[in-house]
């Protein structure tokens, strides 16, 4: 049981670490210029807030379609469910698997079965994750062509079949029953018969994960549908380096968006991305001829884009956690008045 512990510790030293290299780079950009850079945007922070409602929509439609005809529930309780995840994705430290974990449940709570609930979030994250491959790569690709790199081909020849070798590892391992051997390998460590019941349920979330990857055809069309997203996520970027008076191709804006993407993926355990997405922009954007205090400053745009959208959906959630506590200790409540009562009648019968 020390697993935990060290889980805990490794993310505070990857805190830790990524606000040292923000606050470093920060420092090194010279942090009234780059602040001023932000505030000179103005009104367009409010347009990128709003336009990444697009692309939160393709994401929501395109995990709308793994839940089966007979079983999906209404395309904006979905949207509202994204929303909420990947608040707490952007804003809480605790990876990026903590929003999914919360897309999850927020759906069971709304009439979803948990083995279904599950299943279309494992293969949700599958993916995205191969897409996200697949769109770093295009990136990188990009980046050679407009740079003349020719040094980066090595690593990326080096790194591709290592990439797909672990999305096609992780694909495998859903399709060869999982969670099923996740939970015997729960059952064993713990004593307490409650845990159980995971082989079981385990069981029933492989089975679904196959009936889900059986439909090729949504499967397919999952991945262009968040394709399509990441290539409109780009215009975040592109509209981010209007607003800060670059002028720059749209090419260039999809490269930073796809490399920086990349990077926050492949660094995903360190929280919120804290310096690993600023030091993105500034490596890809120095090859690109962007200024250093303009492309810090682009990182911290897509920052209040996230806080702008993101601590709405915190406060949503928690008020969400909150009634439904409440409602527990008052259902808890009145049963222990109905047994109490209960018991006082027997009590008062005649002998």
Not at 189 to 201: G, Y
């Amino acid at each position: 049981m020390k697993t935990l512990p060290t889980i805990r510790l490794t993310a505070y030293l990857l805190g830790l670490a990524g606000a040292a290299l923000f606050t470093a780079l920060l420092i090194q950009q010279g942090a009234q210029d780059v602040i001023r850079a932000v505030a000179a945007a103005g009104w367009w922070l409010a347009v990128i807030a709003v336009f990444h409602l697009l692309p939160l929509f393709l994401d929501t439609f395109e995990w709308a379609i793994l839940f089966p005809p007979g079983d999906r529930i209404r395309l904006r309780t979905i949207y509202w469910v994204r929303w909420l995840g990947e608040s707490f994705s952007n804003l809480v430290p605790a990876a990026q698997v903590g929003g999914d974990i919360l897309r999850a449940r927020l759906v069971i709570l709304h009439g979803s079965s948990i083995s279904l609930a599950t299943a279309t979030v494992l293969v949700d994250i599958t993916v995205s994750v191969f897409t996200q491959t697949v769109f770093t790569l295009l990136g990188i690709s990009l980046l050679i062509l407009a740079t003349g790199k020719g040094n980066l081909l090595a690593p990326v020849l080096a790194g591709t079949p290592l990439a797909f070798g672990a999305i096609a590892g992780f694909y495998c391992l859903q399709r060869l029953g999982l969670m099923r051997l996740f939970g015997v390998i729960i059952c064993r460590c713990a004593k307490d018969p409650k845990w159980r019941s995971l082989t079981v349920k385990g069981g029933e979330i492989d089975q679904t994960l196959r009936k889900i990857y059986a439909r090729r055809g949504a499967v397919a069309t999952c991945c262009l549908i968040t394709m399509l997203s990441f290539v409109i996520g780009s215009v975040e970027v592109w509209i981010g380096l209007s607003a800060l008076g670059i002028p720059a191709s749209f090419d260039k804006a999809l490269i930073l968006e796809s490399v920086c993407q990349g990077l926050q993926t492949a660094l995903c355990l360190v929280p919120s991305a804290l310096g690993v997405r600023e030091g993105g922009y500034l490596v890809v954007g120095g090859l690109l001829g962007i200024p250093g205090q303009a492309a810090l400053a682009l990182a911290l745009i897509r920052r209040v884009r996230e806080m702008t959208l993101g601590v709405p959906g915190l406060i949503c959630w928690q008020l969400i956690e909150a009634r439904r506590f409440w409602q527990s200790r008052s259902a808890d409540r009145m049963e222990h008045s109905e047994n109490e009562g209960a018991a006082f009648q027997v009590d008062s019968l005649p002998d």
